[in-house]
């Protein structure tokens, strides 16, 4: 019953810019915790990012400086905007968000993930 839809992802250059975008839909109530999280290959899935409901942030060291994370609550939407990218910045790029969902008056609360969005960096 819900969806996160990544968009923004594709291939740049070293030292260029990319905005991902991640839109949640479906019969959500409330969404707490936002995030990015990526996945290069034959590596495990690490936190890039995170941006609680009130909009607190936390990032990765390796990010931190080069990377922004936003959030639109009107519109269930979570941003990463990355700049100064670099080649072992390229990895899968997954979505996450902490959901209350209500269907028929009964909620419950999970987490969620996109599909991921490809991001490469070229030297």
């Known amino acids: 019953q819900v969806q996160l839809v990544e968009s923004g992802g594709g291939l740049v250059q070293a030292g260029g810019s990319l905005r991902l975008s991640c839109a949640a839909s479906g019969s959500i109530f409330s969404i707490y915790d936002m995030g990015w999280y990526r996945q290069a290959p034959g590596k495990q899935r690490d936190l890039v990012a995170l941006?609680?409901?009130?909009?607190?942030?936390d990032y990765a060291d390796s990010v931190k400086g080069r990377f922004t994370i936003s959030r639109d609550n009107t519109k269930n939407t979570v941003y990463l905007q990355m700049s100064s990218l670099k080649p072992e910045d390229t990895a899968v790029y997954y979505c996450n968000a902490d959901i209350i969902t209500e269907i028929d008056f009964i909620r419950s609360r999970r987490d969620y993930w996109g599909q991921g969005t490809q991001v490469t960096v070229s030297s």
């Open positions: 941006i609680s409901k009130g909009g607190g942030t």
